[in-house]
C-alpha cells in the first residue's frame, strides 16, 4: 500500500470499521491518545514488515479515499473515531484517510518537507473533503498545532469541502457553555494565530511557517480560519437552539436556552445582519426571562435594549424607539440616572435619533449622547471602552452636520482612548480608523482619508477575517476615495469586493442592495451604462422585497437608475423612473422634503428637455432644409458629465448603512441612499447579560 500522494492514482482509505477494530484492540491494552496507539500498538504490529498499518488490513476495507481527517495525535484515538462515526451516519461507506493507518509510521522522520507538502496537496486535492476534529471546544487543540494547520491550508488552496466537527460528548458541553461563556468560547475558536502554532518536531514548524509565506501569507490563512470558525460557532449554537427545541421540553423556566437565545441573537446583529432571525431568537430569551424575574429586572432591560438596536438597524425608528424607552424606565427606577446601564440607554437612544436623521433630530442625539458621556466618564472614567463608544457617537452627529472639525475632535479622542485601552488588534480600533477616514473624505482630505483605511482594513482582516461586513464596509469606502481620485478602475475592484462579501455573508439585504447601488453608480461615471442599469435593477429587486415600493431607499434607486437612462438618452425611460421616485420620497418623507423637492426640480428639467427635443424633432421633420440629423446635445453632455463625478446627482455613500449600524436610508440633502461608516453599534455583549450566576 502507497502513502497518500504517492504513485497511487488515488490515496487510498480505509473503511470505519477497519479504524474501530484497531481502537478495540488499542483500548484493550491500555492506550487512549493517538501518539499512545501509534507507539503502543501500531508501530510494534507492523515492525517486522516495516509496513503502513493498512497493509495488514484486509483488502475489502480498502479503497479510494473519500474523507480527509485532520486531527490532532494529542486527542484520544476515540474522539477522532466519534467524528468518523457522525461521517458515516451521514455518508454510508466512506472511506476516510487517517494518517495512522495509511502512512507508514516507521522512518516518516527522514522523508524531506517537500515530500509533504506535495503529499498532502496533491492528496486532498484528490480526496475532496477534508474533516477537522475540534477538541475540547474550550481550547481547540487542532487550533494551537502546525500540522493541522497546514492541512487546513491545503484544504484552502486545493478548494475541497472543509468541515468541522465536534466529538459527541464535546457537543452537549459545548451547547451548555454557550449560555455562560459565550465570548469566551468564540475567543478561544477565533483567536488563531497561526505563526504561534506548535510542532514535535522544531524543523517542521520552521518548514510549514516557511510554505505558509510563500502560499497564502500568515495573515490571509489566519483570516480565512477564523472566518470558517466562526462561520462554524455560528451553525453549531443554532443547532443547538434547534435540539432543544426539538426535546418537547417546557423552557418557560429554562434560563440558560434563554442566556443561549440571546447571545447567538447578538451575534446575529453583530457579524451577520441577520435581524429578522435576532428579533425571533430576542423575543424568546425576553418570554423566559419575563416569566423568572418579572418586568423590572437589568436582563429585561438590556433585551429591550438589544430588541432597539436590531429595530433601528431595520430603518424601524420609532419601534426602535419605543424599545429604547422601556429599557431606560427600567434602568431608571433600578439604578437612577449616574449608572453606567442608564448611559447605555441614552448612549442608544442617541445613535437612533442620529440615525432617523428628521429635522431636530441631531439635536436630541447631542443632548443625548451628551448625557450618556458625562455619566460614563462620572462612572467609568475617560479611559473606558463605553466612554470612547460615545465620543464616536457624539463625532458621528457632528459629521451628520458637517461640522467636520468638531467631528474629528471627538474621533480622535476616542481613538486615543482605544490606543491606550484595547490595543491596536482589536475591531473597535479599526472602525474608529474608517471613521476618521470617513471626516477626511467629507472634508476631500483622500490621501488622509485612504490612510486611516488601509489602517482599518489592515487591522479588520486579522482580527475578524477577509469575509467579516466590516471588512466590506472599508473597501466600500476606498472605493470612494479611489473614484474621487479619478481612479475609477481601483474604485470598481474595491467596490466589487465589498459586494462578493455583502451577498456571502447577508444575501438579500439592505446593505447589499445599497453596494449594489454604489457598483452601479461607479459603473456609471465610468459610462458602461448597461452594467450599471444590471445592478441598479438588483439593488431594486432587494429593496422592494425589504422596504417596499414607497420608501426613501427604494426612491433612491429610482432616482439613480434615472440619471443613467438619462445619461443614455433614454429620457422616455428615465422620466418613468424619475416620477416613481418622486410618489416614493412623498409618500414617505412628504412633499415638502428636500429630497422631493429635489427630485420634483429633476424631473421637471427632464420634461422640458424632452419637449424641447420633440419640438425640435417636428421642426426638423417640416423644415426642407433639414436632411441631416443634427448631434443630441443634451446626450452628449450628460456623457461628458458621467466622467466627472460632482456633476451627477448622486452621493457617494453616505454613513451607518453598513455593520449593525443605520439602513442605508438617505441623507436631507442628497437624492441617493448611501452607506459607509461603520458605526460603534451598542449592542449589550455576553458580559451584560449572562444571567446565570
Known amino acids: 500500500m502507497s502513502d497518500i500522494g504517492t504513485n497511487s492514482p488515488h490515496p487510498q482509505g480505509v473503511k470505519l470499521a477497519a479504524i474501530e477494530a484497531l481502537l478495540e484492540q488499542a483500548t484493550a491494552r491500555g492506550y487512549s491518545t493517538t501518539t499512545e496507539v501509534c507507539n503502543g500498538f501500531v508501530k510494534p504490529l507492523t515492525e517486522s514488515n516495516q509496513c503502513a498499518y493498512i497493509e495488514t488490513i484486509d483488502a475489502s476495507f480498502v479503497g479510494p479515499a473519500t474523507c480527509f481527517i485532520s486531527h490532532a495525535w494529542k486527542y484520544d484515538l476515540a474522539d477522532s473515531v466519534d467524528v468518523m462515526r457522525q461521517v458515516e451516519a451521514e455518508k454510508p461507506n466512506t472511506l476516510f484517510w487517517f494518517d495512522l493507518v ?11 518537507f517537500e515530500w509533504w507538502c506535495s503529499t498532502f496537496q496533491n492528496g486532498v486535492e484528490q480526496i ?16 494551537t498545532r502546525s500540522w493541522c494547520l497546514f492541512e487546513i491550508m491545503c484544504s484552502f488552496n486545493a478548494g475541497v469541502d472543509l468541515q468541522v466537527r465536534m466529538p459527541t460528548h464535546q457537543q452537549a458541553a459545548f451547547i451548555n457553555g454557550l449560555s455562560r461563556d459565550y465570548d469566551v468560547a468564540l475567543q478561544a475558536l477565533l483567536g488563531v494565530k497561526t505563526e504561534e502554532s506548535e510542532a514535535w518536531i522544531m524543523q517542521d514548524q520552521q518548514n510549514i511557517f516557511r510554505a505558509v509565506e510563500a502560499s497564502i501569507g500568515f495573515k490571509s490563512l489566519n483570516s480565512r480560519i477564523n472566518d470558517r470558525m466562526r462561520t462554524w460557532f455560528l451553525q453549531q449554537a443554532l443547532r443547538g437552539i434547534a435540539l432543544i427545541e426539538g426535546r418537547g421540553e417546557d423552557l418557560l423556566s429554562d434560563l440558560g436556552f434563554a442566556n443561549l437565545c440571546f447571545n447567538v441573537a447578538t451575534m446575529l446583529t453583530r457579524d451577520y445582519g441577520k435581524y429578522d432571525d435576532a428579533l425571533l431568537l430576542f423575543s424568546k430569551a425576553l418570554i423566559i426571562m ?27 425608528f420609532d419601534k426602535a ?90 474621533l480622535a479622542k476616542a481613538l486615543a482612548i482605544q490606543e491606550r485601552v484595547i490595543g491596536q488588534e482589536h475591531p473597535d480600533m479599526a472602525l474608529s480608523y474608517n471613521n476618521i477616514g470617513e471626516v477626511y473624505r467629507k472634508m476631500d482630505e483622500l490621501d488622509k482619508a485612504l490612510e486611516c483605511y488601509e489602517k482599518a482594513l489592515a487591522s479588520t482582516t486579522t482580527v475578524l477575517g477577509e469575509g467579516h461586513p466590516n471588512v466590506a464596509g472599508i473597501y466600500n469606502n476606498m472605493a470612494i476615495v479611489h473614484e474621487k481620485q479619478g481612479n475609477v478602475q481601483r474604485a470598481a475592484e474595491c467596490m466589487q469586493q465589498a459586494l462578493n462579501i455583502y451577498k456571502e455573508v447577508f444575501g438579500d439585504h439592505p ?28 439593488a431594486l429587486r432587494i429593496r422592494k422585497k425589504i422596504f417596499g415600493e414607497h420608501h426613501p431607499v427604494t426612491a433612491n434607486t429610482y432616482s439613480d437608475a434615472a440619471v443613467v437612462l438619462q445619461a443614455m438618452g433614454d429620457r422616455k425611460r428615465s422620466i418613468e423612473l424619475y416620477e416613481k421616485a418622486l410618489v416614493g420620497f412623498a409618500t414617505s418623507l412628504g412633499e415638502h422634503h428636500p429630497q422631493t423637492l429635489e427630485t420634483q426640480r429633476a424631473l421637471s428639467t427632464l420634461k422640458l428637455l424632452e419637449q424641447a427635443a420633440l419640438q425640435a424633432q417636428q421642426f426638423q421633420s417640416a423644415s426642407p432644409f433639414s436632411s441631416q440629423q443634427q448631434p443630441n446635445d443634451e446626450q452628449t453632455q450628460l456623457s461628458e ?46 458580559s451584560q447579560c449572562c444571567i446565570i450566576t
Not at 102 to 112: A, C, D
Request: aromatic letters at 6%.
Open 102 to 112: 495509511i502512512n507508514n509510521q516507521h522512518g516518516t522522520s527522514e522523508r524531506p
Open 128 to 143: 475532496g473533503t477534508v474533516v477537522l476534529v475540534l477538541a475540547p471546544w474550550t481550547n481547540p487543540i487542532p487550533l
Open 290 to 316: 419575563r416569566h423568572v424575574f418579572g418586568e423590572q429586572h437589568a436582563t429585561i432591560a438590556n433585551t429591550y435594549s438589544n430588541i432597539g438596536e436590531v429595530l433601528r438597524n431595520k430603518g424601524d
Open 321 to 410: 424607539l419605543e424599545q429604547q424607552q422601556k429599557a431606560l424606565r427600567i434602568r431608571l427606577d433600578l439604578f437612577g440616572e449616574q449608572h453606567p446601564d442608564t448611559a447605555h440607554s441614552f448612549h442608544g437612544m442617541g445613535d437612533t435619533y442620529r440615525c432617523r436623521g428628521n429635522q431636530g433630530d441631531y439635536s436630541t442625539a447631542f443632548t443625548l449622547l451628551s448625557k450618556a458621556l458625562q455619566i460614563r466618564v462620572a462612572t467609568l472614567g475617560d479611559d473606558h471602552p463605553s466612554t470612547a463608544k460615545t465620543y464616536i457617537a457624539l463625532g458621528d452627529v457632528c459629521d451628520e452636520q458637517q461640522e467636520y472639525s468638531r467631528a474629528i475632535e471627538y
Open 511 to 538: 446593505t447589499t442592495a445599497a453596494t449594489l447601488d454604489n457598483v452601479a453608480t461607479i459603473l456609471g461615471r465610468a459610462n458602461q451604462f448597461y452594467q450599471s442599469l444590471q445592478n441598479f435593477e438588483e
Open 641 to 686: 458629465s458621467q466622467r466627472e463625478p460632482q456633476s451627477l446627482p448622486v452621493t457617494i455613500p453616505d454613513r451607518h448603512s453598513q455593520q449593525a449600524s443605520c439602513p442605508p436610508t438617505p441623507p436631507p440633502s442628497h437624492p441617493v441612499a448611501a452607506l459607509a461608516t461603520l458605526a460603534q453599534a451598542e449592542v449589550v455583549h455576553t
